[in-house]
């Protein structure tokens, strides 16, 4: 056992500066470590949105945003939904078969495209090179559509249209129907976007 005197200002001057420096370890290593982290927008852009539709009425579009893609909902008329049979003979894929389920889900492979028939959920832009078709849901010959147009909409890129199921027409650029997110009810003015069965 040693005689030396213990300085108990050197060894104060130790512990606080080896607390200090553990303080400071850790100030410098928090942030760093939170980089590995997704952020709250990154979380955000993949998570399931919930869409009150009580307001919706027939006819009309609302649009949200799910994954950065803008997703529209569209309560059909009486006769926008009789349409559909009016134009199955002039589109390329009017039961949605070329594209994996991810892009029409097997719930929405039927004529409407939807879970319930009045209500079309779909991501609003075009499988030619992704701009954004237009609503074009009056009926009839109008500038870039066919002298019997039944309603739907138009790519003004190129000119792709598709029905109100958001089904392409045969020899336009767009080679595929409009993609039909994972979705579900959770009331009957409740959807949710981005998830189709309850944890």
């Known amino acids: 056992m040693s005689d030396t005197p213990v300085d108990t200002s050197k060894r104060t001057w130790l ?22 982290q997704p952020s709250e927008k990154a979380k955000a852009a993949g998570a399931a949105v919930e869409v009150d539709i009580s307001a919706l009425k027939p006819g009309e579009k609302m649009t949200v945003e799910w994954r950065g893609k803008p997703v529209w909902i569209v309560k059909r008329t009486p006769d926008q939904l009789e349409s559909l049979s009016k134009t199955e003979s002039q589109l390329a894929d009017p039961k949605s078969e070329r594209k994996p389920a991810e892009f029409t889900p097997a719930y929405a492979r039927n ?18 090179l992704g701009c954004s078709p237009s609503d074009k ?53 409740k959807l949710l976007i981005g998830e189709d069965k309850k944890a």
């Open 137 to 189: 849901f009056a009926l009839g010959a109008q500038p870039s559509l066919p002298d019997d147009w039944q309603g739907g909409f138009l790519c003004p890129c190129h000119g792709s249209t598709f029905d109100m199921a958001g089904r392409v027409f045969k020899n336009k650029p767009a080679p595929d129907n409009l993609e039909v997110p994972p979705h579900m009810y959770l009331s009957d003015t």
């Open 15 to 36: 512990i606080a500066s080896t607390c200090a420096g553990a303080v400071g370890g850790a100030a410098v290593a928090v942030p760093f470590i939170s980089t590995f």
């Open 111 to 128: 004529q409407a495209r939807s879970i319930k028939p009045e209500i079309f959920v779909g991501v609003g832009i075009c499988t030619h």
